[in-house]
């Protein structure tokens, strides 16, 4: 981990889906100047197959995330918490100099059921969804940067 970048945390309940698509979006359009990573509360042990095919859609390619416990980041100067589902947002500790917490829950993709392209296609709306905020989170967050240079 960079310890020059700002660490952005990004917590999710199992760290299989939600936090994954949000931590590779977030490091295509800010990794530049954050360091983003993701983290579960109860880490399932695994990405989710149908993730890392939906973020392969887009160009961002998170085969390589492993599913890890918000413990791993416990004494991290974590600067910026994000949890991206409910449950995550009511088991979420308080990091050692963390500024910022921010609560934006997204459904779940992994309940989805009927055929593996309906199930895909789940994924695809969540993707699309946690793109919009995380893109317009960067863009915020390099304008505040452009301002303080």
Not at 21 to 30: H, N, P
Request: glycine share 8%.
């Amino acid at each position: 981990m960079s310890s020059d970048k700002p660490l952005v945390l990004i917590l999710c309940t199992g760290n299989s889906c939600r936090s994954h698509l949000a931590e590779g979006i977030l490091r295509s359009v800010a990794g530049d100047f954050l360091d983003v990573q993701s983290a579960g509360s109860k880490p399932a042990g695994y990405v989710h197959p149908l993730a890392i095919r939906a973020m392969q859609e887009i160009g961002i390619d998170i085969s390589a995330h492993r599913s890890k416990s918000m413990g791993e980041f416990a004494y991290k100067p974590v600067e910026t918490v994000i949890t991206v589902c409910g449950n995550a947002d009511a088991a979420c500790p308080i990091f050692p100099g963390q500024l910022n917490r921010h609560h934006w829950p997204f459904a779940d993709p992994a309940h989805a059921t009927g055929t593996e392209e309906e199930q895909l296609e789940v994924f695809r709306q969540v993707r699309d969804q946690i793109r919009r905020v995380f893109t317009a989170y960067a863009a915020g967050r390099r304008d505040q940067l452009k301002a303080k240079a």
